[in-house]
């Protein structure tokens, strides 16, 4: 179904009126316009907030990142997450820094327990063993909900109450659909018609840039808030006019580290200084 709703979102992005010629603009002065993001430099810190669990079904679902251990942070080569699938009749699936995981869990309540776990055997070297994740998995009987700023967290708890592992969802579902390319490092270019569609959550990332069509992948960083990057982007091979906005918009994208919401119907992508590089400005595809 993602793949459907996918496809249907990149075709009506191809499909759609063009407002203009790029390929006659190759004169024109586009205008230079600052955006700026409200407390993007606020760095007052905010404390969590405990948050009460009434539908755990919506509440819970999905993938979380593992974050940090009976008070230490991981390190392992690969992301470790869990995806909890209530839909699947309480499967628990991821990853544990080395290999895949499969498994179920059992949720009263504030309790939770999770059992049957089957792995890959791929063989790894991580400074956070893997066998460790999954002992501390194994010790899991309570949980607790929190948030800090655009950030969920899922502590786990022993059977005495203490945390021994937190686990953490990125809010991106804000950069999910269609987006118009409005600004690439201050400069009005939405006259040239360069459109992306997002997936936060099956991480890739399409787009016609009035010349060439565009793919990547997306990668986070659950240390991080809002953190976002686009990778492994390439473009098909035609020549126009305006491909020096092309250029300009991958490299942008290359430099992306986070995001951040300016409105409702804007967002900015930001380098690792906090610099804005891009502004998306989103599109209600029909």
Known sequence: MRKYILFTLLAALLM??????????????YQKKTVTVENIANNAEQP??????????KQLYGEWDIV???????????RAYLYLDFAGGN????????????GTFQLNGNNLMFSDFITTDRQCHNVTSEKTIMHTLADVRRYSLETQYNAQYLNLMNSKGAVIMVLKRHNLDAMNGAWLIKEIDSENVSELNMRVVVDAVMQTIHGDTGCNI???????DP?????????DLHSTENDCEEIEYET??????ERTESCKRINQNEMALLDNKGTIVVVLQRLNLR
């Open 16 to 29: 759609a009126p063009v407002t203009m010629d790029a390929h006659k603009k190759k004169d024109k002065k």
């Open 48 to 57: 969590m907030r405990e948050v009460t669990v009434t539908d755990p079904a």
């Open 68 to 78: 940090s251990m009976r008070k230490k942070k991981i390190y392992t080569i690969d």
């Open 91 to 102: 499967k628990v699936y991821g990853h544990n820094g080395c290999n895949t995981i499969n």
């Open 214 to 220: 565009i793919n990547g992948i997306i990668t986070l």
């Open 223 to 231: 240390t991080k808030d809002m953190a976002i990057q686009f990778e």
């Open 248 to 253: 300009s918009l991958l490299l942008a994208l």
